[in-house]
Structure formats: C-alpha cells, structure tokens
C-alpha cells in the first residue's frame, strides 16, 4: 500500500469488506455471492436504496468477489493484489463512476470506447456507476447501446437512490437489488463494534440513540458517532448525544407526551421548556415527539411492541397511552407535527411555531369519540351547504371515501359547528391561508375509523366538508393577497381621480400600503355589517 493517508473518516475506515460484513442487506449478499458462487453472473445489475445502506460498499465487493486472485469466490480473500487494490479504489479494472458530476453524453462515448478493452490484469472490466439517475436522457441512450450488446468481459453496476428516474430500457436490462434501510438494532450492533476498535467508550443507549437519529442509514449513523468521538472524550453517555444532535432528554419527551394525552398544555409547554433550557433545539423535541407518537399510532391500531422504536427511557406506556387517545386523534396530532417541522424550517421563530403546535396538541379534541358519535347523528340536509374544500394540505386524510360533490348552497351554519379551539393560536400570525389549515384537520379525521358501510358516507359528509358563514369566507376572501393587491391598485386610483393636485398624487403612492391594510379590517367588518344591514 501507499504512504499512510492522514485521515480516513471511520464510515470509510470500516466499510464492509465482505457480503458477509453487509449489515442488513442479507439478501443481497445471498443473491451476489449465490451468482458468483454458481456462474450465473449477469452483466449489468441495478442496486437502489436509500443513502447509505451499502449499495457502493456492496458493488465493491461483488467486484473484488469476481477479480480475486483466489475466485471467483462467494466471498473474496481480501489478501490477493487484486483485492486490496479495489478496496483502496485503484484497480484499473474496476472503475467508478460519479453520475452526478460526469453525467453528459461524452463520459459515457468515452466509457463505451474503454468498455471495448480487454481487462489490464483481472478477469472482468466492472463498472460502478454510481447516482445514475443522474445521467442527461441522451447519455442514457448512449449507455443503453452498451448494455444491449456488452462485451463478455464487461459487468455493470449501476447505483441509485432514485430507480424511478431510470429509463424502463435500462431497468429491463438490469438484475435489480433493492437495498433496505437498516433497523436500529444491528446498526447500533455495528456502532458498538466500531466504537470498540476505535479503543473509545460509549454507553450503549448513546449508541441506541445515535443509531435510532440515522433513520436507517448505516453512514449516517457512523458519520454521527464519528462526530460524537470528535466531540466528547472519555466516557460518552446519551447527554453528549442529545447535545450533539439538538434533542431533549427522553424523560422531557415523555412527560411532553402525558401532557398532551391529559390534554395539559400548560404542562407540555413547561416540559418542553426545559428540554430547550437542557440544550435541545425546538425542531429536535418535536422530531422526538413525531417518532414517540408513531410507536402511541402504532399501538392504537393493533400492532405488537416488536414494531416499538422508542427506548423504556421515556418513562411512559406508549402504547397505553396510544390507545388511550385513539388512531384518529393520534393521526392528526402527527400531521400537527409534520406541518410544523416543515413551517419551521422556513421560519425564524421556530420556538414559537414549536409551543403552538404543543399547545393545538393538548387542545386536540378526541376525536375518535367524536367520530363515534358523528356516525350515530341523522343525515342533515344542510350537509351540501358547505363550501367546497380548498385545502391541498392533506389529502392522506381525505382518502377513503367517495366525494359526491356538494351541490346547492343552502342556508349556512345548519349546526352549531364543534369549532375546534385548535384553530384559534394559528391565525395571528399564519400567512393569509392558513386560517383554513388547521380547520380541516380535526375535520376531516373522523372519517378514518372504521365503520359501518351503510353508515359512513353520509352521516360523515357533513363534516368532510367544513360549512363555513358567509362572513367568514367573506372575510377570508377579503383577506387574501391577490385581493389585497387590488384593492390598493384601487384605492391608488380613486385617490388620483379625486384630488387633483400633482405634488399630492406622488406622495400618495406610499401611503396606498397602510391605506390598504386599514381597508381590509374595514372591508372585513364592512362584510359582516352588510350581513346585519
Ligand atoms: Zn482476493
């Protein structure tokens, strides 16, 4: 080997050297090493999969399987030139592709021309391409020719994390290998192996931690562990890695989660507030929450504690807890969430965003209840009153069911609506649409549990389609940007018309923008008052 490199990150220090160091992808090592051990080696193979899951690792090795100066071999010596040399990437026979940065029509001309060369040393030419989804259309077609008619001396690998990108012409052309994420468990198994070569001491639920926050990517997992060495020495326990990582202390989440199902928002934002004191970053809690929330959804539908992903450390029984609430109130307490994290990300204020969403949480009706006795109500007539839905934000909700489409606008308001208080904090400070955001949420929930087929359609109607007064759309018609905008363009007019004084004319176009805004409280009240006059 070369000169010592100087520093070698520890996912690429200890990348997988044989199919049988593959973590989590056992089906793939049988399936390669199986052809391999068999002759039936095909000459262009498709792995996909998510980041980080050994896909490059993999097509490594299936390479060093088919060069090895001792094989081909279901597994490879590691031992032999021919072996070391593609470990370290330098074999001349095994050549690895960036699709993202060489993704034009003339790298791939270029590689059909190489293709036609016989191996330098081993037995096989093997191309690794990875990212190919990357590749333009006309690059696609060029390496098509290729894998029509390869030479017998060629193999492909070809890698993505998009297979959806791929031409059916090159899909068809490919053995397929999917790669699956990896379950907590083994790579928190690998993590423990690393960090006992690496002479380090971490406990094991700092490794459960890490391997949970990797999301089943074994490379990020090890990208954090090898921060968190970076980061801390001696003993490293679970607080280096919630400080690391910007989350709170696993008792906080699960006295945040009591809160909520007590419906105590007082309680839940305390709990959350000394998560945040304690280090955590708003958006890391309610990702905490998110995942704690997901084992309560898991629960309340049935499924056994062998899918629970969430450490005894919480404090609680979430599954208890789970069926305690009930799936419906749960699914939209996680859509809560989900809308949260994504505003946050665009937001300043993420503190905030985070306490309101705790507090809608803790607001929540239950509305599985809910559900229970809206199947119990007689039709109304005035369900087609309601105004058609205007929200994209969640159509997971709105799917079960066939929409009849709400016809004759009838009287409004024919029930006292349950208004659901969750929709009140939003509106302050939420962009012009959003007031209808939340509304829909709790609404459209009780459609989801399981009922009577006779039943459902129409007892559940009314409330899929939220009635809304004529002032309030009035209102939210006033208030949106567009007519805003018109209004101002207006106003700036009539104000020209009517005084005629040149010098005036000029000052008044900045004026035109707070003149609008007091016009769209007016106009608001104007609408309700011409409901009353
Ligand atoms: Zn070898």
Not at 322 to 342: V, W
Not at 351 to 372: F, K, P, Q
């Given at each position: 080997m070369d000169a010592a490199p100087a520093?070698?990150?520890?996912?690429?220090?200890?990348?997988?050297?044989?199919?049988?160091?593959?973590?989590?992808?056992?089906?793939?090592?049988r399936g390669l090493s199986g052809a391999i051990e068999s002759g039936r080696v095909g000459h262009a193979y498709l792995f996909t999969g998510a980041r980080g899951v050994g896909k490059t690792s993999a097509a490594r090795i299936f390479a060093k399987a088919l060069q090895c100066a001792n094989g081909p071999a279901p597994e490879p010596c590691n031992e032999c030139d021919a072996c070391r040399d593609i470990a370290a990437g330098q074999d001349v026979d095994v050549v690895e592709i960036d699709a993202a940065s060489n993704r034009g029509v003339d790298e791939i001309r270029q590689l059909r021309q190489n293709v036609a060369v016989r191996p330098a040393r081993g037995r096989a030419k093997v191309y690794i391409i990875?990212?190919?989804?990357?590749?333009?259309?006309e690059a696609f077609n060029a390496l098509l020719k290729t894998l029509e008619e390869p030479p017998g001396h060629v193999k492909f690998v070809l890698c993505t994390t998009e297979p959806d990108k791929l031409p059916i012409t090159i899909l068809s052309r490919c053995q397929r290998f999917d790669f699956t994420i990896v379950a907590p468990g083994p790579i928190a198994r690998r993590l423990a192996q690393i960090v006992e070569a690496e002479g380090a001491e971490v406990t094991p639920a700092a490794l459960d931690l890490i391997a949970r926050r990797a999301a089943g990517s074994m490379r990020d997992s090890q990208s954090l562990l090898e921060q968190l060495l970076g980061s801390a020495t001696g003993?490293?326990?679970?607080?280096?890695?919630?400080?690391?990582?910007?989350?709170?202390?696993?008792?906080?989440?699960?006295?945040?989660?009591?809160?909520?199902a007590a419906r105590d928002a007082a309680a839940a934002l305390a709990a959350f507030d000394a998560a945040v004191q304690g280090g955590a970053d708003p958006g890391g809690v309610l990702d905490q929450l998110v995942a704690a929330l997901r084992d309560c959804l898991l629960a309340s539908v049935g499924c056994g504690p062998d899918v629970m992903t969430q450490p005894a450390g919480l404090g609680v029984d979430l599954a208890g807890l789970?069926?305690?609430?009930?799936?419906?109130?749960?699914?939209?307490?996680?859509?809560?969430?989900?809308?949260?994290?994504?505003r946050m990300s665009l937001s300043s204020h993420v503190?905030?965003?985070?306490?309101?969403?705790?507090?809608?949480?803790?607001?929540?009706?239950?509305?599985?209840?809910?559900?229970?006795?809206?199947a119990g109500l007689p039709e109304s007539p005035a369900a087609a009153s309601a105004a058609p839905p205007r929200e994209k934000k969640t159509p997971e909700l709105t799917l079960p069911r066939p929409q009849p489409a709400p016809v004759a606008r009838a009287e409004p308001e024919p029930e006292p609506r349950p208004e659901s208080p969750v929709a009140r904090p939003v509106s302050p400070e939420a962009p012009?649409?959003?007031?209808?955001?939340?509304?829909?949420?709790?609404?459209?929930?009780p459609r989801l549990p399981p009922k009577p087929e006779a039943v459902e359609p129409r007892a559940v109607e009314?409330?899929?389609?939220?009635?809304?007064?004529?002032?309030?759309?009035?209102?939210?018609?006033?208030?949106?940007?567009?007519?805003?905008?018109?209004?101002?363009?207006?106003?700036?007019?009539?104000?020209?018309?009517e005084k005629r004084q040149p010098p005036a004319a000029e000052m008044a176009a900045p004026t035109t923008s707070d003149e609008s805004t007091g016009g769209q409280i007016n106009d608001a009240n104007a609408s309700e008052h011409a409901g009353v006059e």
């Open positions: 520093y070698q990150v520890v996912a690429r220090r200890y990348r997988p050297q044989r199919f049988a160091d593959l973590v989590g992808q056992e089906h793939v090592a990875d990212e190919v989804h990357m590749l333009t259309r003993h490293i326990g679970i607080d280096e890695v919630h400080a690391l990582i910007g989350t709170g202390r696993e008792e906080r989440v699960g006295e945040i989660i009591s809160a909520i789970g069926r305690q609430m009930g799936t419906a109130t749960l699914l939209a307490m996680l859509q809560i969430l989900d809308q949260t994290l994504s503190g905030v965003l985070a306490e309101m969403a705790l507090v809608r949480l803790a607001h929540l009706e239950d509305l599985d209840s809910l559900a229970a006795a809206v012009p649409q959003s007031p209808a955001v939340p509304r829909t949420e709790p609404r459209t929930e009314p409330r899929a389609v939220p009635a809304r007064s004529q002032a309030a759309l009035l209102r939210e018609t006033a208030n949106h940007p567009l007519v805003a905008h018109a209004r101002s363009l207006f106003d700036a007019s009539i104000r020209r018309v």
